[in-house]
T-cell receptor
Framework: DGGITQSPKYLFRKEGQNVTLSCEQN?????MYWYRQDPGQGLRLIYY???????QKGDIAEGYSVSREKKESFPLTVTSAQKNPTAFYLC????????????FGPGTRLLVL | GENVEQHPSTLSVQEGDSAVIKCTYS??????FPWYKQELGKRPQLIID?????GEKKDQRIAVTLNKTAKHFSLHITETQPEDSAVYFC??????????????FGKGTHLIIQP
């Protein structure tokens, strides 16, 4: 777990603004993921990436974008098109192979001003 | 896509008693089923997982059972302790062996251990 970092811990977004959440891992994991968690809800998959320069949409990708230029990094941008962005955002990573354990970062809490 | 249902949403047990949380999944192709524990404001932590080639797995006070025919799996915690109080999530995913897919989570069970 300690090998996955997310920043910032708290992020405030103004109306119409794009914001980027950082996720870095030093576990040499191939796959990385972004989940959104709302109060009283389970985690929902936004995007995931199995290898560098490749990523797939999850269940709730609308209003979000990602990039995977480096194995260690998988930033998530919350665009102005995401009308309800207030949530707890969790990044995870795992070894390649699909059934390997996903380890989570500490999360970023995004709030709208 | 996959859909995971989790019950109950809240479970209160006396310290020392057992707790059971149940999940059902919809996609019969799912082959990996982890359980996560999340304390308030913290990240989810894996506590146990099971793959579709086994029916039961134990780790000290924690066990998970899987019934592929009925498409359900359960978490069993014995001799519950105050530190077991948290929200527990089940999840499921299918992987063909070619890559790492995302997990589909249940909505969580708030486990309360009464002293």
């Amino acid at each position: 777990d300690g090998g996955i970092t997310q920043s910032p811990k708290y992020l405030f977004r103004k109306e119409g603004q794009n914001v980027t959440l950082s996720c870095e891992q030093n576990l040499n994991h191939d796959a990385m993921y972004w989940y959104r968690q709302d109060p009283g809800q389970g985690l929902r998959l936004i995007y995931y990436s199995q290898i560098v320069n490749d990523f797939q949409k999850g269940d709730i990708a609308e209003g979000y974008s990602v990039s995977r230029e480096k194995k260690e990094s998988f930033p998530l941008t919350v665009t102005s098109a995401q009308k309800n962005p207030t949530a707890f955002y969790l990044c995870a990573s795992s070894m390649w192979g699909g059934r390997e354990t996903q380890y989570f970062g500490p999360g970023t809490r995004l709030l709208v001003l | 896509g996959e859909n995971v249902e989790q019950h109950p949403s809240t479970l209160s047990v006396q310290e020392g008693d057992s707790a059971v949380i149940k999940c059902t999944y919809s996609d019969s192709a799912s082959n990996y089923f982890p359980w996560y524990k999340q304390e308030l404001g913290k990240r989810p932590q894996l506590i146990i997982d099971i793959r579709s080639n086994v029916g039961e797995k134990k780790d000290q006070r924690i066990a998970v059972t899987l019934n592929k025919t009925a498409k359900h799996f359960s978490l069993h915690i014995t001799e519950t302790q105050p530190e077991d109080s948290a929200v527990y999530f089940c999840a499921a995913t299918y992987n063909s062996g070619g890559g790492a897919d995302g997990l589909t989570f249940g909505k969580g069970t708030h486990l309360i251990i009464q002293p």
